[in-house]
């Protein structure tokens, strides 16, 4: 199979990171672009989520309202205040 060469622009301490994050699973940034766009052909979509900062906010606050309401039946399970439930979010998605 013939390869080709594929340049894109990326900030620079984002591709040193990239770099590092792809050494330590022992590939390379070339295998892990690769690897992306067979998923990407296969799946016939992007393999993850690209939503803007408020839609993974009110996914998230779906999703925990979901759970609230099995914990609420649940008489073992401790009760989480709206601060605990705030800052545990903060901490997930660095807001």
């Excluded at 759970?67 to 205040?81: H, L, M, T």
């Amino acid at each position: 199979m013939a390869t080709t060469t594929f340049s894109i622009r990326m900030d620079e301490d984002v591709k040193r990171e990239f770099d590092r994050f792809c050494d330590k699973m022992g590939m390379n940034t070339s295998t892990a672009f690769n690897m992306f766009a067979r998923a990407v052909l296969r799946e016939k979509r992007i393999p993850f989520d690209i939503a803007d900062e408020g839609y993974l906010h009110h996914k998230w606050i779906l999703e925990q309202l979901a759970k609230s309401e099995k914990q609420a039946a649940d008489p073992d399970v401790p009760y989480r205040s709206h601060d605990d439930v705030m800052q545990r979010f903060r901490e997930k998605y660095g807001v």
